[in-house]
């Protein structure tokens, strides 16, 4: 089992370019999330999906959009970069219920 | 919306000393499930220790324990036995039974003083 792969690991942008983050997971979870990662702040939950046709908001959605058309592929599209997205962005997966997470290595983005 | 805070940023242990890192969260749910992670330097989340609202007694993974409060909504997780390895970033985590979704809190840094 490779668990949750994230591509690519590094990535810098320029403003008001878009880019779209991969992630995968071959374990069949249902629920998948994206956070992203910032000094002082933890990790904040950007959207998740609890199957595939089913996606919903976390807590910082603004310039970002997700689908989710296979259980296994959750990809985060940045539509136009902002500096404010500079930040590290972690893919999770799960079962669902009170199941642990598992989390992606992380991709470091920064945006010029 | 539910919320969690750890309101210790920085926390420093003696090795093989005792060491309590605190998380409190809001919600009006009562079926949830509450989490702490660890993160080392390299970035890897990993996961300490997992307790179910609905249960009363507390979980404990061998040093790793925890006081859950529903009540109070407070989650405290305690290290016994300080070891070098334990130095990392802490993160306590709500999951709700209902939407699945699951936040966290901002984090504390634990540094171990050999």
């Known amino acids: 089992n490779a668990g949750v792969t994230q591509t690519p690991k590094f990535q810098v942008l320029k403003t008001g370019q878009s880019m779209t983050l991969q992630c995968a997971q071959d374990?069949?979870?249902?629920?998948m999330s994206w956070y992203r990662q910032d000094p002082g702040m933890g990790l904040r939950l950007i959207h998740y999906?609890?199957?595939?046709?089913?996606?919903d908001q976390g807590e910082v959605p603004n310039g970002y959009n997700v689908s989710r058309s296979t259980t296994e592929d959750f990809p985060l599209r940045l539509l136009s970069a902002a500096p404010s997205q500079t930040s590290v962005y972690f893919c999770?997966?799960?079962?669902?219920?009170?199941?642990?997470?598992?989390f992606g290595p992380g991709t470091r983005l920064t945006v010029l | 919306a539910q919320t969690v805070t750890q309101s210790q940023p920085e926390m420093s242990v003696q090795e093989a000393e005792t060491v309590t890192l605190s998380c409190t969260y809001d919600?009006?749910?009562?079926?949830?499930?509450l989490f702490w992670y660890k993160q080392p330097p390299s970035r890897q989340m990993i996961l300490v220790i997992r307790?179910?609202?609905?249960?009363?007694q507390n979980a404990t993974e061998n040093r790793f324990s925890v006081n859950f409060q529903k009540a109070a909504k407070s989650f405290s997780l305690k290290i016994s036995d300080s070891q070098l390895g334990d130095a990392a970033m802490y993160f306590c985590?709500?999951?709700?039974?209902?939407?699945?979704?699951?936040?966290f809190g901002p984090g504390t840094s634990l540094s171990v003083i050999p």
């Open positions: 999770a997966s799960s079962y669902l219920r009170g199941n642990e997470q598992f």
């Open positions: 919600t009006s749910e009562s079926d949830y499930y």
């Open positions: 999906s609890v199957g595939a046709g089913i996606t």
């Open positions: 985590a709500y999951r709700s039974a209902f939407s699945g979704k699951v936040i």
């Open positions: 307790q179910e609202a609905y249960k009363q």
């Open positions: 374990m069949n979870h249902e629920y």
